[in-house]
């Protein structure tokens, strides 16, 4: 009895061994070493969005690279689908999509396709596709349609790419690499990336397979008169509104003040 | 220079802002208006959420109308018993177009029914400026007498005035009804929630043709009331939708308020007439952009709905 349990023990483990989802675990595979130019981007009044740059080594010199950047938190957003209404233009349906990236960005030495197949693709989260596959989406309102699936997901990227908070960039002019093995790239984070954690995940592949992984992170947060704004207005709307009210009519009266004749409105 | 605006979300030209605002204090000084139904559709044209520039209009108004409400209380140009009337009507109004706009945001629908709205109301209002102007300019150069419309408010006053629940409006020198002062101060302060307005461009003629009060005292007593219903609409909108950006009202304040005093000096230059057929096309020149949005094809037919609180 004893003996059978544990071959069924070894099978197993032989078969987990041998599944290919574990061969990919991206953090099982030799390091890539990376350092970026700074972990912390701090949101002032003057802030509009800010640039920061990754340098890397190469495990094995001449392999392809894939560089990843995505939101650690994953949005619910609700989305609206325009439609005509007698002579008018107007919401007729919406839609909750869950499980779609705040953020999604990615650099690669050459398209994504001529780098990987499409099933490692997906299993890694590389490409819109996979994005795509990733994401859910719920019908709120209205009525839906058979080519709503596409719609709703070409929307989105369509909104996301214009706010540049997701691209892909297949172009080695864009991921240099110096001698095979020395590579350096930057990522904006425009001003509408918001407060959070954000990840860099540089992928190395030789031959359509992984061999090395590594991994950035970093912080996106507000400080100072913005974080305590935020803070107030989210957190404590009564004192906010109370506030605002107060400093108007603080501001309106000394500028009435100022200007001695101030009596527009 | 660009700055971060922490409730929109954006950064934007602060030079941008500043000049909107200096822009619509000069209208509001050269045409003796409130600018905040102009002020409202610039900010969303550069790109402001539209719950975000309604709700921060109104705490700009808030600031711009007290010292003007400061000063008229001082002169005694504020009929407080009519004015508190207006105001509960106003209060009122205000509370239940906040939540107006909570559930249309929700419905995704609440840029689209702002915009018909703005259609209807400034159509009317510079149709009416337009007209009314056009017939004064004509008729000082036939020198013929005035008369017309005046008449037919002054109908509907007394009509309103027969209404049950009277009182006596000592500064205004008036024994009338309750009703209308309180129905018109609901529906602006519906307006000043929907379109973040202050509505003198309505109150103040209802007050003086309708309702049939001096003018001094319509303009003094608007002011009082547009201070409160802003400032209630301004807190409603804080606990509700979180969309007030004190920091984008106050930048608009400054513009403003430079703005006022340079549009004042260009209005004593000007004729009445001439003024109120600037103020007109103006008007409709606006109500035409924003028609048009709603019957042309968007670029986008997918857009994102706001999220609970915040100002996307």
Known sequence: MRKVLALAVVLGLAAIFASPALAFTPEAQQKVITAASKNLIEIGLSYRGDEIHFFGVNPVPGSDLIIRLTAEKSEEVKLSVKGRVGPFWMTVKQYDVTGAPFMYKIHSTKPLDQIISPALAEELELGYKAVRSKMKMRLARGEAAPDDGEKVFNGLIKIKEKANLYNIVEDPKRLEITEGRLFKHYFRFPAAATEGRYQVESFSFRNGELIGYGKDLIEIKKVGLEHWLTRISQDHPVFFGIMAVLIAVGAGLLVGMIFRKGGHH | ?312
């Open chain 2, 1 to 312: 220079m660009e700055i971060y605006l922490p409730i929109a979300g954006i950064s934007i030209n602060f030079f941008l802002i500043i000049g909107i605002g200096g822009l619509v204090g000069f209208l509001s000084g050269l045409f003796g208006v409130g600018g905040g139904f102009l002020l409202t559709p610039l900010m969303m044209m550069i790109g402001i959420p539209p719950a975000v520039a309604a709700a921060s209009d109104s705490n700009q108004i808030v600031a711009a109308a007290s010292s003007g409400a400061f000063a008229h209380w001082r002169l005694g140009n504020v009929d407080f018993k009519m004015g508190i009337i207006i105001l509960v009507g106003g209060i009122t109004g205000g509370t239940i177009g906040v939540q107006l706009v909570k559930v249309l945001r929700a419905a995704g629908n609440f840029e689209f029914v702002m915009k018909v709205v703005y259609v209807l109301m400034l159509g009317l209002v510079g149709g009416a400026m337009f007209a009314e102007s056009w017939r004064t300019i004509r008729r000082s150069k036939s020198g013929a007498a005035a008369a017309g419309e005046e008449i037919g408010g002054a109908k509907l006053g007394q009509l309103f005035a027969k209404l049950p629940l009277k009182m006596h409006f000592h500064r205004s020198g008036l024994h009338t009804s309750a009703i209308f002062p309180f129905s018109i101060g609901t529906t602006v302060g519906i307006m000043a929630a929907l379109l973040g307005v202050g509505g003198g461009f309505i109150m103040v003629p209802a007050m003086i043709y309708i309702i049939g009060m001096p003018t001094i005292v319509a303009i003094g007593t608007d002011l009082f009331q547009i201070v409160l219903t802003s400032a209630n609409v301004t807190l409603q909108q804080a606990f509700v939708n979180k969309t007030v950006d004190l920091l984008l009202a106050l930048i608009l304040l400054a513009g403003s308020t430079i703005g006022a005093q340079f549009g004042a000096l260009a209005g004593k230059r000007l004729k009445g007439e001439q003024i109120r057929i600037l103020l007109a096309v103006i008007v409709l020149a606006l109500t035409v952009k924003l028609f048009f949005d709603l019957i042309l094809q968007p670029a986008d037919l997918v857009s994102l709905a706001p999220a609970k609180g915040g100002g996307h």
